[in-house]
Structure formats: structure tokens, C-alpha cells
């Protein structure tokens, strides 16, 4: 398993501002993700970020939007750009041991509570 | 379409009384399933998978799976609800690149 903790675990932000968010676990692993969880809905899937390469993102998720960083095994950012009261949501990023070609369990963090006035 | 569905949104047992949770889902190759807790204010926990194998999986907390192809369900169930176990359960599946789809989650209060 991993052990993952992210920072800020909230904020509340102006309109227009960026925030970024911190990712760390406590192992090595190759693939990391973002999620969105906008209030009282499932999780959707932002991007993918591995190590080495740049992030694969979503069908309706863009990079200008949220760049994510990840510059080693057990570190990734995400950046929420320009921010608008639509982006309020709890944004959770997750790990996994796996390599892409197989299956594997991700590991979630507590997740940032994002609040946009 | 892949896709995971939860048809209950919001259910309330008896602490004590035993639990189903339903997940059906719709996925073109071999489907890798999950389940997940999320209490007030945390992320989420795994509480188990299937991958491959014995269909009926044992989880944390005392929870079980059932992994039924032909009905295309992955049902949660526990067979005594404790007070604490109240929170929102996600199912998901995923494959071989490792994204996983969720569902809607279904909203658990337990009556005391």
C-alpha cells in the first residue's frame, strides 16, 4: 500500500486566482492521478502523471487549465488556474504502484477542499 | 460505454441489521473492481477488489464482495452494521490502463 498526504487539506480562494495543490507519498510509484469531486458528485479523472513524461489528461480537462507537475516517484502538483466559483470542489490525487500495462490498487489522499468566491 | 452504476443513492439500516450495496457495471474487456469508503471530510479507503479468482472477496471491516459476470454486479454486503460504518461507498472498475471510472456513490446512515 501507500501512504499519501496532500496539502492544503482546504482553502478558500478569490475568483481569478490560481492554487496549487501538493501530492506526497510515502513510496515510490509510478503512476499518480488527479481527481475532482464537485459537491455531493462522484469522482472524475483530471489526468494522469507519470514520472518522466508529460500529464495525460481527460476529455474535458486541459492542461492551460490545470498543469500538473510531477518531477519524481513521490511528488506530483496540480494547478487550478484562473479559478471561477465552478472549480470549488475537493480535489483528491491518488497513486499507484502499477505501470500502465497492468491493473493495480490506487491509494487515495485525504483530499484539498477548494473553495472559489 | 464504460460505466459504473449505484442505483441506490441513500440507504439507512438498523446498526445491527445486515447491508447490501449494488454496483453494476458496464465494461468491454476484463474488469478490474473496486470498492471505496469515504467518511465526512476524508479521502477514500479501499476496502477491497477483485481482480481475478475466487469470486467472493473478504475486505476490511468485515465487508465482503460478490463478483457476478453474468449479472454484471459487484454487490457489497456485511452481514452486521456498526454505528461507524456510516459514510459514502464508491464502487469503480478499472482495466489494464489503470483508470479507474466511479460511481455515484451511494450515501450509508445507520440507525442506532
Known amino acids: 500500500s501507500a501512504v499519501i498526504s496532500q496539502k492544503p487539506s482546504r482553502d478558500i480562494c478569490q475568483r481569478g486566482t490560481s492554487l496549487t495543490i501538493q501530492c506526497q507519498v510515502d513510496?515510490?510509484?509510478?503512476?499518480m492521478f488527479w481527481y475532482r469531486q464537485q459537491p455531493g458528485q462522484s469522482l472524475t479523472l483530471i489526468a494522469t502523471?507519470?514520472?518522466?513524461?508529460?500529464?495525460?489528461?481527460e476529455s474535458g480537462f486541459v492542461i492551460d487549465k490545470f498543469p500538473i507537475s510531477r518531477p519524481n516517484l513521490t511528488f506530483s502538483t496540480l494547478t487550478v488556474s484562473n479559478m471561477s466559483p465552478e472549480d470549488s470542489s475537493i480535489y483528491l490525487c491518488?497513486?499507484?504502484?502499477?505501470?500502465?500495462?497492468?491493473?493495480?490498487?490506487?491509494?487515495f489522499g485525504p483530499g484539498t477542499r477548494l473553495t472559489v468566491l | 460505454a464504460q460505466s459504473v452504476t449505484q442505483p441506490d443513492i441513500h440507504i439507512t439500516v438498523s446498526e445491527g441489521a445486515s447491508l447490501e450495496l449494488r454496483c453494476n457495471y458496464s465494461?468491454?474487456?476484463?474488469?478490474?473492481l473496486f470498492w471505496y469508503v469515504q467518511s465526512p471530510g476524508q479521502g477514500l479507503q479501499l476496502l477491497l477488489k477483485?481482480?481475478?479468482?475466487?469470486?467472493l472477496v473478504q475486505g476490511i471491516k468485515g465487508f465482503e464482495a460478490e463478483f457476478k459476470r453474468s449479472q454484471s454486479s459487484f454487490n457489497l454486503r456485511k452481514p452486521s452494521v456498526h454505528w461507524s460504518d456510516a459514510a459514502e461507498y464508491f464502487c469503480?472498475?478499472?482495466?489494464?490502463?489503470?483508470?479507474?471510472?466511479f460511481g455515484t456513490g451511494t450515501l450509508l446512515a445507520v440507525q442506532p
Open positions: 491518488s497513486a499507484s504502484p502499477g505501470t500502465g500495462g497492468r491493473v493495480d490498487t490506487q491509494y
Open positions: 513510496s515510490q510509484v509510478t503512476m
Open positions: 502523471a507519470n514520472q518522466g513524461s508529460e500529464a495525460t489528461y
Open positions: 465494461y468491454g474487456a476484463t474488469p478490474y
Open positions: 477483485y481482480f481475478s479468482g475466487d469470486t
Open positions: 469503480a472498475v478499472g482495466g489494464a490502463t489503470n483508470k479507474l471510472i
